[in-house]
């Protein structure tokens, strides 16, 4: 079955940086594009980055810059750096995973509190 776990979330102050990681199992991994997605309260789930398995990457204007997602096919984990944090980057991250046109695998999400 596959899994794919959230870890590294937590609270920290506008400016800091955070690294979230996902750990992924039951899943070809190098063939898979993930993805990092943020809920916040209120409001729709939405893409933050995401990654091709040949290392293509996309992100949301609102972290370009700021944001860095990265792949580790020898750990089955993908990253996303989060520098220069701001309040409006809390939300609830999630991890995601699909092969081409298939229905994605979610992880259960890490918490990001970004304080002023």
């Known amino acids: 079955q596959v899994r794919l776990v959230e870890s590294g979330g937590g609270l920290v102050q506008a400016g800091e940086s955070l690294r979230l990681s996902c750990a992924a199992s039951?899943?070809?991994?190098?063939?898979?594009?993930m993805g990092w997605y943020r809920q916040a309260p209120g409001k729709q789930r939405e893409l933050v980055a995401s990654?091709?398995?040949?290392?293509?990457?996309n992100y949301a204007d609102s972290v370009k810059g700021r944001f860095t997602i990265s792949r580790d096919n020898a750990k089955n984990t993908v990253y996303l750096q989060m520098n220069s944090l701001k309040p409006e980057d809390t939300a609830v991250y999630y991890c995601?995973?699909?092969?081409?046109?298939?229905?994605?695998?979610w992880g259960q999400g890490t918490q990001v509190t970004v304080s002023s």
């Open positions: 995601r995973g699909n092969y081409y046109l298939r229905e994605p695998y």
């Open positions: 039951g899943i070809i991994f190098e063939v898979a594009t």
């Open positions: 990654i091709t398995g040949g290392g293509t990457t």
